[in-house]
């Protein structure tokens, strides 16, 4: 349960660069194991171990965590940075959102897939 809170904040708990390439995965015998996307991002981390060590067990309000193994892995996919962030997608003004919406989707030729996405961004939008 305890990983499970943290990956709701942990942008918050760690900050967006390190957030951006780590995700929580499990807390056992006292040990956090954090997935990691590069081998670059690991080796960083293991300098702010210490760091992160602190922040987990502030959030946490106990000494739950005494170290980190970090593994490299793709990260899921709800924590990758997401297409709608950084693609043709990416998150606007509202007042234009429906708008450009429907120019993106123009170079889909088939007219059912069309209205398939166009549904599936505007449920994701809110729109």
Same mark, same amino acid.
């Given at each position: 349960?305890?990983?499970?809170?943290?990956?709701?904040?942990?942008?918050?708990?760690?900050?967006?660069?390190?957030?951006?390439?780590?995700?929580?995965?499990?807390?056992?015998?006292?040990?956090?194991?954090?997935?990691?996307?590069?081998?670059?991002?690991?080796?960083?981390?293991?300098?702010?171990?210490?760091?992160?060590?602190?922040?987990?067990?502030?959030?946490?309000?106990?000494?739950?965590?005494?170290?980190?193994?970090?593994?490299?892995?793709?990260?899921?996919?709800?924590?990758? =940075?997401?297409?709608?962030?950084?693609?043709?997608?990416?998150?606007? =003004?509202?007042?234009?959102?429906?708008?450009?919406?429907?120019?993106?989707?123009?170079?889909? =030729?088939?007219?059912?897939?069309?209205?398939?996405?166009?549904?599936?961004?505007? =449920?994701?939008?809110?729109?």
């Amino acid at each position: 349960m305890a990983v499970s809170r943290m990956k709701r904040c942990w942008k918050e708990l760690v900050g967006a660069q390190i957030a951006a390439h780590t995700c929580p995965m499990e807390i056992r015998f006292s040990t956090l194991t954090i997935q990691v996307d590069t081998s670059v991002w690991r080796h960083q981390l293991t300098f702010l171990k210490k760091e992160v060590i602190q922040k987990v067990n502030l959030y946490l309000k106990e000494e739950k965590v005494n170290d980190i193994h970090f593994r490299v892995g793709p990260l899921p996919v709800s924590l990758q =940075q997401s297409v709608w962030e950084s693609g043709p997608f990416r998150r606007i =003004q509202d007042d234009t959102l429906e708008e450009s919406i429907e120019n993106k989707l123009l170079s889909i =030729q088939d007219e059912e897939l069309r209205g398939i996405i166009r549904g599936a961004i505007l =449920q994701y939008t809110g729109v």
